[in-house]
């Protein structure tokens, strides 16, 4: 590799099973990884020569963190800074994120995670502040009544996946990515009569090619070379439950045969097995691309296709359900108030108007993360414009040839009358309705008769509330 192409990633830790699997992560994606055991040792390597290709630091959560975050930050404010953590110290890492942590990765560190986070920050230049994918956020999944959207096209989707969740059929849930797809998923085994039985999760783009056959159907003691024990299998540990695919596009075409074989006959062939086993799963397949574009590539078997697609479900993306933006922003907010460290924010109509304008090419995930970054550095009670400078940055940099508020079905237009107080709270009813009454005399330019009907209200109301609120009738 030419040495200007070189990236490294140093990862401050001293734990040396941490490190192997840290190193033979980032190698996959051309990372070279730094080792130091230490907080000095760390700030004597990027004093060292090679210190210019280091793009990101990755620490090792521990109860100095934040302090060794600040100052890492301070001296080093081009490199990312992620703080690798568990569960139980959140609180921790979000007092690091504070202190100017761009992250942080949950243990038991998930490859693709990883190397998302390392994926934003080779992009930084493009894609900056809360626009970064969020490494790992783990929510509680939702049921169907849970889930946030009106938008006609999503609630189609919906109702055609809680239809689904009784059946054993196959199902298959394409959209982009960070559209929701793993939700439902999640929320059809949850509703399935097999939901007592386990959900298990394989990412197929996270696995190698070379180990995805043992690691779905398993394999024998001696299979193969490394094969020093019997490994079950995903469809094993699933039996009576559901195997979910995720990123099921990117499984090899004699998997897909493999794959297609065992949804046919409830039967897998583990590798170096003398004979089958039954099982019993219900699949439920992802894809952020269209399988049938794939198809038409040769890249998808086309009678896989069919098999997964017993129920299709088609999640659209954010920007085309974006009447749905205001809820799932005040439900999103809920969700992180739980988190430890954090608090419960409301957010202005001025800051839902800003992220209204925005297309969300990371869809709901981009705005969970975008929300989530924003309340972590929120000191006020209410998120403003002022709490999203790089939506602000990126939609006007943009310069979007089409605006989201005029021409397009369900965009979210700028408000005309303000509900909340700029520091979040509810403004009290008699002054939005006097704002509503002037708004409906302006648009029906002084109407009366049309104006009461519109409202809803007779004229002799109407004109009984211009008095009551002190509404000059030529507002």
Known sequence: MPRETIRSLLLINDDAGQRRLVSAIAARAGWRTVVADSGDAAIASLAAPHARTIEVILIDQADDTPTLVA???????????????TLDGLAVAIE??????TDYLVKPLAPDRLLAALDAAANRDSIEGELRPMAEKLWQPLSFDEIVGAAPAFRAAIATAS???HARVPVLIEGERGTGKEMIAEAIHAASPRAQRPLIVVDCGAVPANVVDSDLFGHERGAFAGAFERNPGRFVEADGGTLFLDDVAALPLDTQARLLAAIDSNRIWPLGARGCRDVDVRVIATSRVSLAEEVAAGRFREDLLYRLAGVHVAVPALRDRAEDLPALARHLLDRIA??????????TDDALTLLGGYDW???IRQLQNALFRSAV?????????????????????????????VGRRGALAPSAVAIYTPDGHLRPLDEIEADVIRLAIDHYRGRMSEVARRLGIGRSTLYRKLGDLGIDSAA
């Open 71 to 85: 100052a890492l930050r301070a001296a080093h404010p081009d490199k990312a800074v992620h703080v690798l953590t």
């Open 96 to 101: 690091a994120m504070r202190a100017g942590a």
């Open 163 to 165: 239809r689904a969740a």
């Open 338 to 347: 739980l988190q430890p460290g954090l608090r419960e924010l409301s957010i």
């Open 361 to 363: 090419p990371g869809n």
């Open 377 to 405: 550095l929120c000191d006020a009670a209410a998120l403003t414009t002022a709490d999203f400078p790089q939506i602000a940055h990126e939609s006007f940099s943009r310069r979007r040839t089409t605006r989201p508020d």
